[in-house]
């Protein structure tokens, strides 16, 4: 069993587009994440969720919307897909928030034409 | 202002070759926590290990092993005897008093049959 899946592991799509991944885990955990990694592999924090509630909002375009429709599940959805949006998008999650101890799924890379 | 920098971008070492990944911080919290993730070729990030600020005794796992010094503001992680499936890019992190984890940029370990 995957303890992080995110679905799909490829996006390729043009830009205007609108596209969502989703993330699952089965630990149990109780705050999840959504991490972007760029081309250099740098690792930037989106979103964290913790029961569902959101506890961390970087600066991140509002194009991005995450979701979460209950602690096993955190979403991510892009409006209006850009080509810098390029990048392997990491959902992760911890049993508590911030412990710095997380658990990430495969990541999805996205492509934007 | 935290701050976590790797700054060897590359390394590329032949099997059994011992190799030592550095990782320099900044912080002024006097309680923080080091990490080191690795992320294989297959992409997804592996926990490897999670050390507080007050605890600089050296661990050692199997092949693995980090030197915590803090009069150096250092968390180094050495590899001994390395084999091909080391090869990865390792991140070192840090987490201070605002919760958020602080990555660095990276290094990329090749070790070569």
């Known amino acids: 069993d995957t303890a992080v899946s995110q679905t799909p592991k490829y996006l390729v799509t043009q830009m205007g587009n609108d596209k969502s991944i989703k993330c699952e885990q089965n630990?149990?955990?109780?705050?999840m994440y959504w991490y972007k990694q760029d081309s250099k592999k740098f690792l930037k924090i989106m979103f964290s969720?913790?029961?569902?509630?959101?506890?961390i909002n970087e600066t991140v375009p509002n194009r991005f919307s995450p979701k979460s429709p209950d602690k096993a599940h955190l979403n991510l959805h892009i409006n209006s897909l850009e080509l810098g949006d390029s990048a392997v998008y990491f959902c992760?999650?911890?049993?508590?928030?911030?412990?710095?101890?997380?658990?990430f799924g495969e990541g999805s890379r996205l492509t934007v034409l | 202002a935290q701050k976590v920098t790797q700054a060897q971008t590359e390394i590329s070492v032949v099997e059994k070759e011992d190799v030592t990944l550095d990782c320099v911080y900044e912080t002024r919290d006097t309680t923080y926590y080091l990490f080191w993730y690795k992320q294989p070729p297959s992409g997804e990030l592996v926990f490897l290990i999670r050390?507080?600020?007050?605890d600089e005794q050296n661990e050692i796992s199997g092949r693995y092993s980090w030197n915590f010094q803090k009069s150096t503001s250092s968390f180094n992680f050495t590899i001994t005897a390395s084999q091909v499936v080391d090869s990865a890019v390792y991140f070192c992190a840090l987490r201070g008093s605002n919760y958020q984890l602080i990555w660095g940029a990276g290094t990329k370990l090749i070790i070569k049959p």
């Open positions: 969720y913790n029961n569902k509630e959101l506890i």
């Open positions: 992760a999650s911890s049993q508590l928030p911030n412990t710095g101890e997380l658990f």
């Open positions: 630990l149990g955990h109780d705050t």
């Open positions: 050390r507080n600020s007050f």
